[in-house]
Nanobody, 113 residues
C-alpha cells in the first residue's frame, strides 16, 4: 500500500536547523504534488509548504524565508530544510501526497533552549 515515512525531527535550540525527510513507498512519487503540514500542541494542523515536480514551491507566511521544501524524485523523497528555528515552530510535522491523499505518521520537532 501507499506509505509515507517521515524522519529527522528532534530537539533543537532557537536559531538552529533541522532537515526533515519523507520517503514514499509503493507510489508513483514524481507525479504527486507533495506538502508539509504541521500541528502545534493544542492547535489545528496547518499547511507549511507545497511542491510540484517542475514547479515553484510555495510557503506559508510564517515560514517563508526560513524553510525550504525540495524533492528528489529518483529517491522518492521529500525534504524540508528548516533554518532559524523559533519556539513557535514546535509541532508534529507531516508529509502529505496530494494525488494519493496519504499522510505520514508525523515527526516531532521541538524548538527550545
Amino acid at each position: 500500500q501507499v506509505q509515507l515515512v517521515e524522519s529527522g525531527g528532534g530537539l533543537v535550540q532557537p536559531g538552529g536547523s533541522l532537515r526533515l525527510s519523507c520517503v514514499a513507498h509503493n507510489m508513483l512519487f514524481k507525479i504527486s504534488g507533495m506538502q508539509w503540514h504541521r500541528q502545534p500542541p493544542g492547535k489545528q494542523r496547518e499547511l507549511v509548504a507545497t511542491i510540484f515536480t517542475g514547479g515553484q514551491p510555495t510557503y506559508s507566511d510564517s515560514v517563508k524565508g526560513r524553510f525550504t521544501i525540495s524533492r528528489d524524485n529518483a529517491k522518492n523523497t521529500l525534504y524540508l530544510q528548516m533554518d532559524s528555528l523559533r519556539p513557535e515552530d514546535t509541532a508534529v510535522y507531516y508529509c502529505h501526497s496530494l494525488v494519493f491523499n496519504t499522510w505520514g505518521q508525523g515527526t516531532q520537532v521541538t524548538v527550545s533552549s
